[in-house]
């Protein structure tokens, strides 16, 4: 899955040295290579004497006596007092402002061994449409590479990454140049090239002061809308008399109080599409409150903000699939267009790691949110083929209400422990916890279908609401997770499976029946996840090798010459 991509090779430029021999060249390239061998080797640590911990929790073996030599962090970090000796350097203390990974760690450590540069691992995004230039993903790896070599002082490195991405700003989306210019930000004078460059990027955007204040630190924030003052490029939205109530509806959001927003909205001066309000929520609140501001039901769910972004387009770089599909379910179109012609599921792609989507965990069978997001959004624009066969799913469980309940309640209950995670997205947006259960045993019906039906059953009131949430989960199970109710209705089909779900007072033989069945619907299901399973193996790597062909920066760059 991981490709990589060498996008550049510090090596020794024969033509600019044309007095080094090969008798040179190739004990260099021995002593290289010896010494690159000795990083991260599982079999041997090579008398390795202290550890890194990397910003995923992840740990590197290094020897202090290299790391000290090339680099005047290290030595300051390892040379210590004779009393107290560190052996251990945690990324989260010395490197908090930006996350270093374990693969951006092992790209610089390496140079640090070897002189040479090897970008292995660079992650993708898992957009088939990509040319992987400018998406986060790789983005993302640049900037955790820029960032460890400012931290480690290794200037040699840092300006061949603020290069790199000076190259490719042109490619990269606008709202990830904000985390460029953090970043150079961060770097300081070291990357002033590239700091200017932002800056420039972002005061001619249309990127909202909103916007500008979350993600950047207020002297840059202030600095750009400055900027923008003097050029006379600020949209008239901070002399606005709206502002001041717009604000007072974001500061609201900002502490969670839906109350005091339906209030502020009381008071006339303004309107939830009017402030943005849901683009706001969506991008900055929590997913409680985002839920509750959408239930309100005051604002246009397909609203579009300044920058001509649909509340769905933001949604999409938050990764939460609750919000995406709570918005899909209120009405939003998949199909709205930036500005730029993008659409939600695009951005949710590109902003994607391959890796993150392609990764199943031990189990097989939890999602990452990641994955969700985009199967959401994928199904969504799909306008789901399934949805009809659901609704024969319940046909088939006849027309009695009992036995709907029953089924419902069975099929829900066998995706909380089947789809975890998509279970939870599910439900979550249904409120179903705000119901009470039905069980079998109620007014005394209980083991078997026959049972149930034989016996008095009186429909309250609860168990409609409790049906109409069923109900509701497993259609929008459907529409966003056909895979997952592929599944079930394979085994919701069966025609005893009611039984198998339903506790009652068995005789042992009963128990042992259902045992056995159990273990055959069990087999089912690891077949079943198994081809998944393979099948998701199978795009990966076709996604990959898609990809392996395509380097980050331009072929021309592909050597650098290196003073010695
Ligand atoms: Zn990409």
Redesign the pocket.
């Known amino acids: 899955m991981s490709n990589s991509s060498g996008i550049c090779c510090i090596t020794n430029n024969a033509e600019a040295n044309s007095s080094i021999t090969d008798n040179t060249i190739t004990p260099l390239n021995l002593l290289s290579d010896n010494l690159a061998s000795i990083l991260n080797v599982a079999d041997f640590d090579f008398f390795s004497d202290a550890k890194i911990i990397t910003g995923d929790r992840k740990q590197v073996s290094v020897h202090r006596c290299i790391l000290s030599a090339r680099s005047s962090f290290f030595k300051n970090m390892f040379g210590g007092t004779k009393e107290k000796v560190t052996k251990r350097i945690d990324l989260k203390e010395v490197a908090k402002d930006y996350d270093v990974g374990f693969d951006a760690l092992n790209v610089v450590l390496r140079y640090l061994y070897s002189g040479k540069i090897e970008h292995k691992g660079v992650c993708?995004?898992v957009?088939d449409d990509?040319?992987?230039f400018g998406?986060w993903?790789?983005v993302d790896f640049m900037l955790q590479l820029l960032y460890a070599s400012f931290t480690f002082q290794i200037s040699e490195l840092i300006a061949l990454y603020q290069d790199h991405l000076l190259e490719i700003l042109d490619k990269i989306a606008i709202d990830d140049i904000l985390e460029v210019l953090s970043v150079a930000n961060i770097c300081g004078k070291t990357c002033d090239k590239l700091l200017r460059r932002c800056t420039e990027i972002t005061v001619n955007s249309n990127v909202d002061i909103t916007t500008l204040e979350k993600s950047l630190p207020q002297p840059l924030s202030k600095q750009i809308i400055h900027k923008r003052n003097e050029l006379g490029l600020n949209i008239s939205e901070s002399l606005n008399l709206l502002h001041k109530h717009v604000n007072r509806i974001h500061r609201a959001l900002d502490s969670d109080d839906v109350e005091l927003v339906r209030l502020l909205l009381k008071e006339g001066h303004t309107t939830l599409d009017e402030a943005h309000a849901l683009h706001y929520a969506v991008a900055y609140c929590d997913v409680k409150t985002t839920t509750e501001l959408l239930d309100l039901g005051l604002a246009d769910v397909n609203h579009k903000n300044n920058r001509g972004y649909s509340v769905l387009h933001v949604a999409a770089t938050r990764k939460e699939p609750k919000i995406i599909a709570s918005l899909l379910t209120k009405g939003a179109q998949p199909s709205e267009l930036t500005l730029d012609g993008r659409k939600a599921l695009q951005i949710s792609k590109?902003c994607t790691k391959a890796v993150n989507y392609y990764k199943f965990t031990e189990e097989g069978n939890i999602s990452s949110n990641d994955r969700l997001c985009i199967e959401i959004l994928e199904q969504a624009e799909r306008r789901d083929p399934l949805l009809g066969e659901a609704s024969l799913s319940l046909a088939m469980a006849g027309d009695d209400l009992r036995m709907k309940l029953l089924y419902l309640e069975n099929r829900v209950g066998l995706a909380k422990l089947l789809f975890p995670m998509e279970a939870k997205v599910v439900l979550d947006i249904t409120q179903i916890d705000g119901t009470s259960e039905f069980t079998p045993n109620l007014g005394g019906c209980q083991r078997t279908t026959m049972d149930l039906n034989e016996a008095p059953f009186k429909i309250k009131e609860e168990h409609l609401i409790r049906m109409k949430a069923l109900s509701r989960s497993v259609e929008l199970g459907k529409r966003f997770f056909p895979r997952c109710s592929a599944v079930l209705n394979k085994i919701m089909d069966a025609d005893d499976l009611s039984q198998l779900a339903c506790m009652g007072n068995d005789s042992p033989e009963d128990r042992q029946a259902k045992r056995r069945r159990y273990g055959e619907l069990q087999e089912v299901l690891n077949k079943v996840f198994h081809e998944d399973k393979e099948e998701y193996d199978r795009s990966a790597i076709s996604s990959s090798s898609s990809s392996t062909s395509i380097g980050i920066a331009r072929p021309n760059n592909s050597k650098i010459a290196m003073k010695n």
């Open positions: 993708v995004c957009d990509c040319s992987h998406c993903p790789v590109r």
